[in-house]
Structure formats: structure tokens, C-alpha cells
């Protein structure tokens, strides 16, 4: 609050009979000075004051799966670009996005957004409004790499990216056509698909999309004759806890404890015999974003054919129905902070025939469409809040973060 600093002004009847006699020269002078609730004057903000330029509001940050987009200041209207991984949809993306300080934003930190089209994000700060632009693209890639049956493995991961291929023994390698597939039909790719190669040495393939170059060594084997080829995870264990494994998708997904953290989990991995898996059982992984992007684990057999496997770790929080769910629900409001002795009510935004709550991978037992958080209820921090909706016994799956504050 500001301080009002009000000068004194003596009574204009006393100090006029005191010096009557200078009426002679003037009349009594006015008080000039008067506080403006007595003068019925507009007080004037020093921030509305001329020639005082205000501060725009702007963002400081823009995150999308731990990936930080590139903001152009000047761009008309600025400008937010994000390259995303190939594997990445861009349909429900929920960015974290960081403000100057006092800003308001439209949409919402955390808000779920379609980004196949560009996103106008608008802020405000005392009457003053910015616009940024978010483009978010998936970077070009080669998605599909096969030679007759074989597909190729590829390693987006390696430096430079690596796609290799073991064909069965025997096969002339001095003449191959791969068939190739890309993420951005409209990207170039030299050699072109089915173009004739020599295999007998490493190839290099070049990608170009938008400008950005990016090369791809592609390495063809024979099997190893009479030797085994079983290539399969037959355990995969954290923590002690299990992995789902689907052999059919090649796919393995476990749920952990709540509050696990998930930078650097040392699976232990069991295969085929005489196969070999890379990363190794009980190297440090970092498991986090992995519903958006797998780790992949590569097992190569006896006679050198591989497999490889995605693996998918959540916390007990994030669900299962997460994995297999289109999320078709949402919540109201998207984000909630609790004070001491506050409270807030959060709804489904559809009807369903019942709901089932979560509270940091708990069931709360209510299967109202709406439930009331109390601060009071739980420690300082953030929770996770879910729910659990079915229709015709058919579930659907949302979440969100609420903050309990001091």
C-alpha cells in the first residue's frame, strides 16, 4: 500500500485575520496544496505517469516433455518453436510454461493443447498484453527401414543415429534395395528408398527436413551360421516389482510405488540364453517421460539377429489406464493451490455412469462426480489427483497436480 504524504495547511479564516493588513497588497492566497480526497482532484498512479515505459510480460520458459522450446523476441508475433521426437503425438501435449513475475497466461501453465496447429498463448500484466505464437513440430526421421523381411533397428539415441540389419546367412550383400520410410514425407533422403546399394560397408543416409541435416549410418550383417537365434526379455524387474512383457508388441510396462524416483533405476533383465541385452541388466536407466518416450532395451541373439523392446516405467500416480486410455475426460478446474484452511471442489467436466477418485494412487472410495480437497487433509506439496471414469463399464482416464501451500 502507498503511503499518502499530506502537507499541512493552516486554517485560511485564522491566517488571514492574522495578517489583515497585507489585504491591502492581495487577497488571501488559496491553498494550492489541498489532499486530493478535499481538492476532488483524480490521483494519479505514478505507473499511469507519462513517459514511463511498462514492462511487457513475457515468457521466460516454454517446456514440453523436459524439452525447452527456442523463443524469438522478435518475431511478429513472438515466437515459441519446439522440435519434438519423432515418436511424440502432438495432439495432447500439456507444456510447463514459466512467466515474468505478476503475469497471467491464456491458456494455462499445464493446460492440455493440440499442437498439429500452432497455439496462441496471451499475457497479461497491468493492462498490458503479449501474444507468443508456440509451433511445435516432430523432428523428421527415418521411421521404417526394411530389406525383404528384415526390418532394420534403429537407434535414434547413438551418435551419430545407427540402423542396422543381420540378414539370414548367405545373403549377397553387394546389392541391396531398402525400402525406407520417413517420419515427413515432404523430407529428402539421400540414397533415396529402393535405391541399389553395396552392403558389404557401413552406408551413411542423409536426412534433410526444414534445413536441419541429419545422418543415419546403416550397417548390414549375415547371421552367424548354426548358431542360436532366440532373442527375447524373459524378466524384466524393478525394484522388485515385474514388467508386464508383451512378446507379440515387443512392449514391457511397470507400475512403481508412489513418489518413486524414476532418474536412475537399475533393472534386472533376464534373456535368452546366450543372448546378450543392451543396456545391461542392472545399469542405471533414466525411466522419467518414458509414457511419451520408451527407453528401449536391444537383445541380440547367439547368430547376431536382434529384438527390441520398449519398456514404459510409471509411478502408481500416473495409472496404467494412462497407457491404453484415450483421455476424452477432463477435469475443472485443470490446476488447484490450497492454503491452510482452504478448500476446493473438483468436477469431471462429463457425465459418466461413476467415477472413482485417486489421491496419490489412492482410492478415496467415492464415486461422486465431484470431490472436495481440504488442505488440511494432506502434507505440503504437490498430490496428484485422479480419477477413473466408466461408461457402459468402459473407463477413461485424467489426472491432475494440486498444491497444498503454508
Not at 394 to 403: K, Q
Request: proline content about 7%; some cysteine.
Amino acid at each position: 500500500m502507498k503511503k499518502s504524504h499530506k502537507k499541512f495547511i493552516p486554517d485560511p479564516v485564522g491566517w488571514c485575520a492574522v495578517v489583515l493588513g497585507l489585504f491591502i497588497f492581495g487577497a488571501c492566497p488559496q491553498a494550492t496544496d489541498a489532499p486530493d480526497d478535499q481538492s476532488g482532484r483524480e490521483t494519479v498512479d505514478p505507473e499511469d505517469q507519462p513517459g514511463e515505459e511498462r514492462i511487457p510480460p513475457a515468457i521466460t520458459g516454454f517446456i514440453i516433455a523436459g524439452i525447452e522450446g527456442r523463443i524469438d523476441e522478435q518475431a511478429d508475433p513472438k515466437t515459441i518453436t519446439l522440435i519434438l521426437p519423432t515418436e511424440i503425438p502432438r495432439e495432447d501435449l500439456s507444456p510447463e510454461i514459466i512467466l515474468s513475475e505478476g503475469a497471467t497466461i491464456h491458456p494455462l501453465s499445464g493446460e492440455a493443447q493440440d499442437f498439429t496447429q500452432p497455439v496462441d498463448y496471451t499475457l497479461t500484466l497491468a493492462g498490458v498484453q503479449t501474444v507468443y505464437r508456440v509451433i511445435v513440430k516432430n523432428k523428421a526421421a527415418i521411421t521404417g527401414f526394411r530389406i525383404g523381411e528384415t526390418e532394420g533397428l534403429i537407434d535414434e539415441d547413438a551418435s551419430p543415429k545407427t540402423i542396422t540389419l543381420i540378414l539370414p546367412g548367405g545373403t549377397n550383400l553387394s546389392s541391396l534395395s531398402p525400402v525406407i520410410i520417413l517420419s515427413d514425407p515432404a523430407a529428402t533422403l539421400n540414397p533415396a528408398s529402393g535405391e541399389v546399394q553395396d552392403f558389404r560397408e557401413t552406408r551413411i543416409y542423409t536426412l534433410v527436413s526444414e534445413d536441419v541435416q541429419t545422418e543415419y549410418q546403416v550397417t548390414v550383417t549375415c547371421a552367424v551360421p548354426d548358431a542360436g537365434d532366440a532373442r527375447a526379455i524373459s524378466r524384466f524387474t524393478i525394484n522388485g516389482i515385474p514388467g508386464t512383457i508383451d512378446e507379440a508388441a515387443k512392449t514391457i510396462t511397470l507400475i512403481l510405488a508412489f513418489g518413486t524416483d524414476l532418474n536412475a533405476l537399475r533393472p534386472e533383465i533376464e534373456v535368452s540364453a546366450q543372448a546378450q541385452v543392451s543396456p545391461s541388466s542392472g545399469e542405471a536407466q533414466n525411466f522419467t517421460n518414458t509414457l511419451l518416450m520408451p527407453k528401449k532395451y536391444r537383445v541380440t541373439a547367439e547368430n547376431g539377429m536382434q529384438a527390441e523392446y520398449k519398456v514404459t516405467v510409471l509411478t502408481a500416480a500416473q495409472n496404467s489406464f494412462a497407457l491404453v486410455l484415450k483421455r476424452e475426460l477432463s477435469l475443472s478446474p485443470k490446476s488447484v493451490i490450497l492454503s491452510k484452511g482452504e478448500s476446493a471442489s473438483v468436477s469431471a467436466t462429463k457425465d459418466y455412469d461413476r467415477y472413482q477418485w485417486y489421491i496419490d494412487g489412492k482410492p478415496m472410495g467415492t464415486d461422486s462426480r465431484t470431490i472436495t480437497l481440504r488442505a488440511g487433509d494432506y502434507f505440503i506439496g504437490a498430490h496428484y489427483l485422479g480419477v477413473v471414469a466408466y461408461q457402459n463399464e468402459i473407463p477413461s482416464y485424467v489426472e491432475l497436480v494440486f498444491t497444498v501451500t503454508p
